[in-house]
C-alpha cells in the first residue's frame, strides 16, 4: 500500500475543508438558528403574557361593568325614592293648602253670617221702630229704642 503524494494533498484539502466549514458555516449557522430559536421562545413568552393581560383587562372590564350596572341602579332607586318624597311633599302640601282654604272658607261663610245677623237686627230693629212708631203715632227716642232692642236681644227674642 503506498500512499500516494495525491491522496495525502486529498486528506489535507479535505481536512482544510471541514475545519474551513466548521469555523466559517455550521457555527454562524448554528449561532443563527440558537438566535432564531431565541426569537421565537421570546415571541411565543410574549403572546402568553399578552393573553393573560388581555384575560386580565377583560376580567378589569367585566369588574367594571358590573361595578358601573349597581351604581346606575343605585342612582335610580335613590331618583325613584326621591321622586315619591318629593310627590308625597307635594301631596301633603296640597292637602294643607285645601285645608287652609276651606278653613278660611268656613271662617269667611261664618264672619258673613255673624254679618247678616247683624245686618238683619238693624233692619228688624228699624222695621219695629217704623211699625211703633205708626202704632203709637209717635216717634221713639233713638236711644230708647237701641236699649229696647238690645234687651230683647238678651232675652233671647231675636236668634
Do not use: C, W
Not at 94 to 113: F, G, H, L, Y
Amino acid at each position: 500500500m503506498s500512499i500516494d503524494l495525491t491522496f495525502i494533498g486529498q486528506i489535507v484539502v479535505f481536512l482544510t475543508m471541514v475545519v474551513l466549514l466548521k469555523k466559517h458555516l455550521y457555527v454562524p449557522l448554528n449561532e443563527a438558528m440558537e438566535s432564531r430559536t431565541k426569537k421565537i421562545a421570546e415571541g411565543l413568552a410574549a403572546a402568553d403574557a399578552g393573553n393573560k393581560a388581555r384575560e386580565a383587562a377583560e376580567k378589569e372590564v367585566e369588574a367594571q361593568l358590573i361595578a358601573a350596572r349597581n351604581k346606575a341602579q343605585e342612582i335610580v332607586a335613590s331618583a325613584e325614592k326621591r321622586a315619591a318624597e318629593v310627590a308625597e311633599s307635594a301631596t301633603n302640601k296640597a292637602r294643607d293648602d285645601a285645608s287652609k282654604i276651606v278653613e278660611a272658607a268656613k271662617e269667611e261663610v261664618a264672619a258673613e253670617a255673624v254679618r247678616a245677623r247683624d245686618a238683619l237686627r238693624s233692619e228688624v230693629a228699624s222695621i219695629a221702630m217704623l211699625a211703633a212708631e205708626k202704632v203709637l203715632g209717635a216717634e221713639i227716642d233713638a236711644k230708647r229704642h237701641a236699649a229696647l232692642v238690645e234687651g230683647v236681644i238678651r232675652d233671647g227674642f231675636v236668634k
